[in-house]
């Protein structure tokens, strides 16, 4: 079931009453129990893949700490990870190869049947592989014991708040949680579901919105040139954000109505003054993962400078493949890693790996800003030869200036009141991130006095309710991957 649905208000309601109403002991089997419905409830075949993960890695944990030997214990690590990435690969390439095989037989190239099965990537396969990956190679290094509890190791790769996109968890940080007594908290509570509902108004109202325009310029991209691809890219990189961040959002604000505090997964990324910053604020989570398990295992800038370059080119490369096998996810993710490598040999590091001091300018966010919108283009492109014909497109007839904004108001098709919705809520957005840089937004304002804050709550209510498009609830983009 999907967050922003009314099955999932009516089996959070539910589990919300029932899980103060579990003696503690218990409540680990009973969230445990919600989870495993919660996602196959999607496909019942899909508690099976989470079933395996979860088996697997916590066998091979175990079996880490029995064993002395080096082999021993690598053996250990590999029988518990590859099966994981041998999956995780055959779903993310199966598809796309049989649609490649497909398209050449309806072209006559190859004499053969069309393939008629279509193999789809299951759900948050990818993050809850991650996380229980990441907890097997934190034993194996021997940052944490193993769990030897397997009902609380199985709530921690299935908690479902987090089980569809992340954020992706630390055992040492959420373990620890589910064996505490949690009584029943109304301030935690409360955070939880102001943030939740900000989570709905970045994706019901900001990401949904946005992306019917988006979608109609980039799925038929050849039919447009000019500055509507600037427009749309732009929006975009807002529809993205809102939508993955507002769930970040709403599985934060979930977990949080249980006492259980998740990792914060977003911190006002487009504010950052560099791709660097960016990734330090951009789905935090997986950010982290790479870095800790698979550029520094690389060696990270502990290597000579040509090497160094290496591992950040390989880490992005690794994190576009992650996305998807289109060469367009290659393309961005590479590009990330050039960009990363770049600022690398613009500021570089003194001899005691001491970044050296620079004063921040003010045309360094728009910059950055433009640079990621650009690599958002090659993101979003359903191939790399629409990505192509949108970069030689983009300033058609600009020589023109009149005719150059007029015939993106025409292509756009957006009445004067839904783009003045549209720009309301841009501010908004940029209004509370900016805030949030300094303060936690939420905490702050629920100080406020009750005539000050209800009103506002009530509005926000409102605009979620009226001005989020209505029918069949969207899924979240991090969902495909």
């Known amino acids: 079931m999907l967050f922003n649905s009314v099955s999932f208000a009516v089996f959070l309601t539910i589990v919300f009453l029932l899980y103060y ?14 989870s495993y419905v919660f996602y196959m409830n999607l496909h019942i075949g ?14 091979m944990a175990l079996g880490l700490e029995k064993t002395r030997t080096v082999r ?14 041998l999956i995780l690969l055959f779903y993310k390439t199966a598809g796309p190869v049989i649609d490649r ?11 053969m049947q069309p393939f008629t099965v279509r193999i789809l990537l299951p ?7 991650f996380q229980s990956m990441g907890y097997l190679i934190d034993v194996y290094h021997g940052r944490i014991k193993a769990e030897h509890h397997f009902g609380y190791y199985a709530l921690f790769v299935s908690f479902f708040p987090q089980l569809m996109a992340g954020p992706i968890g630390r055992a040492d940080d959420l373990l620890p949680q589910y064996k505490k007594v949690r009584p029943f908290h109304y301030e935690g509570a409360s955070y939880g579901l102001k943030l939740m509902v900000w989570g709905y108004f970045k994706k019901l109202v900001i990401a949904d919105v946005f992306a019917g325009v988006v979608n109609k310029v980039y799925d038929n991209a050849g039919s447009y040139v000019g500055s509507v691809f600037i427009v749309t890219t732009i929006m975009f990189a807002i529809e993205i954000y809102c939508d993955f961040s507002g769930y970040s959002d709403i599985a934060v604000g979930c977990a949080k109505l249980f006492g259980i505090d998740l990792a914060a997964n977003f911190k006002s990324p487009y504010f950052s003054f560099s791709i660097k910053e960016f ?50 996810y290659l393309v961005w993710g590479g590009l990330h890693g050039l960009m990363q490598i770049a600022e690398t040999i613009l500021y570089p590091k003194t001899r005691r790996g001491v970044t050296v001091e620079r004063r921040r300018h003010i045309w360094q966010l728009p910059l950055t800003f433009t640079a990621l919108c650009f690599t958002w283009i090659f993101f979003r492109a359903n191939t790399i030869q629409d990505a192509r014909w949108i970069i030689s497109r983009l300033f058609w007839d600009i ?25 309301a809520s841009v501010m908004i957005l940029a209004g509370f991130d900016l805030a949030s840089l300094k303060h936690d937004v939420i905490a702050s304002f629920s100080r406020q006095k009750f005539f000050v804050r209800w009103p506002v709550y009530i509005l926000f209510l409102i605009i979620i309710a009226l001005f989020s498009p209505k029918g069949v609830a969207t899924e979240f983009i991090y969902f495909q991957f």
């Open 21 to 34: 109403i579990v003696p503690h002991k218990y409540r680990w089997c009973f969230l445990l129990a919600a």
């Open 46 to 59: 899909y508690g099976i893949l989470l079933l395996l993960a979860t088996v697997l890695t916590y066998t």
């Open 72 to 85: 021993g214990r690598r053996a250990c690590l590999l029988s518990g990870i590859l099966p994981l990435i």
């Open 101 to 111: 095989l497909n398209l050449l037989i309806d072209a006559g190239r190859l004499a």
């Open 123 to 129: 759900a948050g396969i990818s993050f809850y592989f």
């Open 279 to 328: 990734w330090s604020r951009w789905h935090i989570s997986l950010s982290t993962w790479f870095r800790d398990y698979v550029y520094i295992p690389l060696g990270g800038s502990r290597v000579p400078k040509q090497r160094h370059f290496l591992n950040l080119l390989i880490t992005f490369l690794i994190s576009g493949f992650w996305h998807g096998s289109s060469l367009t």
């Open 399 to 423: 020589q023109r200036p009149l005719n150059y904004l007029h015939t993106c108001i025409i292509c756009l098709g957006v009445s004067r009141t839904a783009a003045l919705g549209m720009l």
